[in-house]
């Protein structure tokens, strides 16, 4: 008897991303990969963004489903929320990915599949592996900013992979459980990095996969002066076991 398909939650964070929701939803339908869901996590977009997904789940219901949270309180807040529900649903692979069309949909395919054939605990969307590339848009001074944050996290982290910072990634469940997601208390940027340092301390390999980069295609960047400065301290902390 053939193995019946994993579950797949794609878990979207958004923030006033009602131009791009649509369109992502279509890309990741257009996958046809069966048993693949897509949670929203709207924290209450001013833009409609949450009426929009209500919308998207009343016309598939078996294929989206939104979670509304009354509070912007921030990336990591909003991927442990999704990420719980989805596990207490039964999923049994998470995606992250972002709402904002800069991760290409189509290598899902791919992260599902290294994680089907290899003993990858999670799998990275990787900018910086070869064959992966940043945004063609962004100015020197961002490239020269995101090549320094890996190079820092490692040093001090050793994660020993290309893109510490990375926001695309497909993880097994079981990972998930045994990093105990649900406690992270990080926020931002700096919650991608945690969930890495902590699957490197139990042992689980990270493996990495090629992706192209986009700049987002509208809307407003979420990097603020206090995400950066989180994700600047994160690592001592981690370090220092101050973390929890």
């Known amino acids: 008897m053939p193995e019946s398909s ?11 991303e009602r131009d791009n929701l649509p369109v992502l939803a279509a890309l990741l339908a257009g996958l046809r990969l069966p048993n693949l869901r897509v949670l929203v996590v709207d924290d209450n977009s ?15 219901p078996e294929s989206v489903g939104v979670l509304h949270r009354t509070a912007k309180n921030g990336l990591g807040r909003a991927y442990v929320a999704g990420i719980s529900q989805a596990l207490d649903e039964g999923a049994d692979i998470v995606i992250q990915m972002d709402a904002d069309l800069s991760h290409p949909a189509q290598v899902i395919v791919t992260m599902v599949e290294i994680l089907a054939t290899t003993d990858a605990s999670v799998v990275l969307g990787s900018r910086y592996v070869a064959g992966g590339s940043v945004a063609g848009e962004w100015a020197w001074h961002r490239k020269a900013l995101s090549a320094w944050a890996n190079f820092y996290v490692n040093a001090i982290l050793r994660l020993h992979v290309k893109d510490a910072t990375a926001g695309f990634k497909a993880w097994r469940a079981e990972t998930l459980r045994a990093i105990e997601v649900g406690s992270i208390r990080s926020n931002g940027y700096a919650f991608q990095v945690e969930m890495n340092y902590r699957t490197v301390r139990r042992g689980m390999r990270i493996a990495e ?11 407003a960047s979420k990097m603020t002066l206090s995400v950066q400065i989180e994700s600047a301290l994160l690592p001592w902390k981690l370090l220092f076991g101050r973390s929890r």
């Open 6 to 16: 994993p579950r797949i939650t794609v878990v979207v964070p958004t923030y006033n």
């Open 209 to 219: 996969t090629p992706i192209k980069f986009e700049e987002r295609a509208d809307g």
């Open 46 to 60: 001013p833009d409609g963004t949450g009426d929009i997904a209500d919308k998207l789940a009343l016309e598939s």
